[in-house]
């Protein structure tokens, strides 16, 4: 039995699913399933802060749902399969949205839409958020929130949670593997190499890729052994073995691309510059692994003891560029009101 929603607000606040081995590809594309297996650190330092407010609709004036991000209306088609599948989260758990609008404002403190998965700390954030207002509160499990945050976009399924996490290919939900306090010196240096969005959507390139690339079917093959390999060097925390993963993640991943015709390039030539530097510190010796996603900026995985020096070379390497060093994050957190 359903009873009718009340009126209520919340906010949330959450960080990006930095995928170690990447997601890439979907097994069906308006659910939002992924194709390939992947494993991810919850991003401290890096916040997306959502209020959500929930009003009748008849009241509203307004013909659906509301999503602004930094004070700007979005186009609410791309969050149509979100609120669809949270409000059937809603009935499942007692609570009638059918006569509800959702109004959500969100904010990052890092740039949106170019390649820092702010997509992943949004709609991490936005469930939360929604989930608060609806007077839902801790009653749906994180793994339910998980689903729901998928259908808006599959990296956001795992920033439901701290520490490190993993969506499996097939997956409706992502799953917690350690807390964020596992691996204390863990740190991962984000190098913003340009400002600006990015020129294609992930959801855009990643269909491109299945439907225009060679080597796509290969990704997927691989995708599980290098899964296999980051898990290894995550649970015994040894990035000898950790890195090595990442960094074939990624290439192989920008590989499928950069095959897919036309070709999806998101690198830029300060990208290049900043991947080359690795190379050259990791040949002095020092563990800095880089990693990319749908964008030209590039993380670097490294230890606490050697983030001073990894950062000037990544300086020396692109002088100006914008560097923030990041722990393992936690949870997203919820705030009534
Ligand atoms: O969830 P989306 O649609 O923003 O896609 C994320 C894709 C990558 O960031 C490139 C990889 C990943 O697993 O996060």
């Known amino acids: 039995m359903t009873t009718e929603a009340v009126s209520g607000s919340a906010t949330a606040v959450a ?29 401290d330092g ?73 997509s992943a700390s949004g709609f991490a954030a936005l469930v939360l958020a929604c989930a608060g207002a609806s007077g839902l509160g801790d009653v749906p499990d994180t793994r339910d929130l998980s689903a729901v945050a998928r259908v808006g976009s599959a990296s956001a399924a795992r920033s439901l949670w701290g520490g490190f996490t993993q969506l499996n290919a097939g997956a409706k939900s992502a799953a917690p593997v350690k807390d964020a306090s596992w691996w204390p010196n863990l740190r991962i240096i984000v190098a913003e190499v340009e400002k600006g969005p990015k020129s294609f959507s992930s959801r855009m390139a990643m269909e491109s890729t299945r439907l225009h690339s060679p080597y796509y079917k290969a990704w997927l093959e691989d995708s599980s052994i290098l899964f296999r390999q980051a898990m290894a060097g995550l649970e015994s925390r040894d990035l000898s073995i950790l890195g090595p993963a990442i960094r074939k993640s990624y290439m192989r991943m920008f590989a499928t691309m950069f095959a897919s015709d036309p070709p999806i390039v998101y690198w830029k030539p300060g990208s290049l510059s900043l991947i080359n530097a690795c190379e050259k510190i990791r040949g002095d010796g020092i563990q800095a692994w880089e990693t990319m996603d749908a964008g030209p900026q590039v993380k670097v995985f490294c230890l606490d003891e050697n983030t001073e020096a990894i950062s000037r070379r990544l300086q020396m390497a692109l002088p100006g560029v914008n560097l923030r060093i990041c722990t393992v994050g936690g949870a997203p957190v919820l705030r009534n009101g």
């Open 15 to 43: 960080h990006p699913s930095l995928a170690m081995i990447k997601y890439w590809g979907k097994q069906d594309t308006t659910e939002n399933i992924p194709a390939t297996p992947s494993l991810a650190v919850t991003l």
């Open 46 to 118: 890096l916040d997306t802060t959502t209020h959500v407010v929930l009003y009748p609709s008849e009241a509203s004036g307004s013909p659906s749902d509301i999503v602004k991000i930094d004070g700007v209306s979005q186009p609410i088609q791309r969050y149509k399969g979100f609120f669809d599948a949270f409000r059937r989260l809603a009935s499942e758990n007692g609570i009638d949205l059918t006569r509800w609008w959702f109004m959500a404002e969100s904010s990052s403190n890092f740039p949106s839409a170019a390649g820092l998965a702010s």
